[in-house]
């Protein structure tokens, strides 16, 4: 049985996060996304290491070779993730006059 770095309760090897303080449990995590264009071999990488701050994408072919790579900071993959992330309508003051009316 595993223990947390930062807060020493009991985990799983298997955690990413500690689920009683979050704190990454992992010094890199990995997770891979398929590709969705003509070439469906590719695939993109996306390796978080924790110690160093930084996010990694790399593209993979179907050979699983690396085809080009770049790394973020923090700040530019929080960035990154705010601008992929599914936008959100602020509601108008129209939306807000018809909420009422529904009432
Ligand atoms: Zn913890």
């Known amino acids: 049985m ?3 770095r930062a807060c020493g309760s009991e985990t799983n090897d298997e955690f990413r996060f500690c689920p009683w303080c ?3 449990q992992r010094r890199k995590l990995v997770e891979f996304f398929r590709g969705v264009d003509t070439d469906p071999a590719r695939a993109l990488r996306v390796s978080r290491y924790v110690p160093e701050k930084l996010v990694r994408f790399s ?3 179907e050979t699983g070779t690396v085809r080009a790579a770049v790394s973020l900071d923090e700040g530019e993959a929080a960035r990154l ?3 992929v992330a599914a936008p959100t309508r ?3 003051f129209m939306d ?3 909420s009422l009316a529904r009432r």
């Open 2 to 4: 595993a223990h947390c």
């Open 22 to 24: 979050a704190t990454p």
């Open 59 to 61: 593209v993979w072919d």
């Open 81 to 83: 993730a705010e601008f």
């Open 90 to 92: 602020k509601a108008s």
């Open 96 to 98: 807000d006059l018809r």
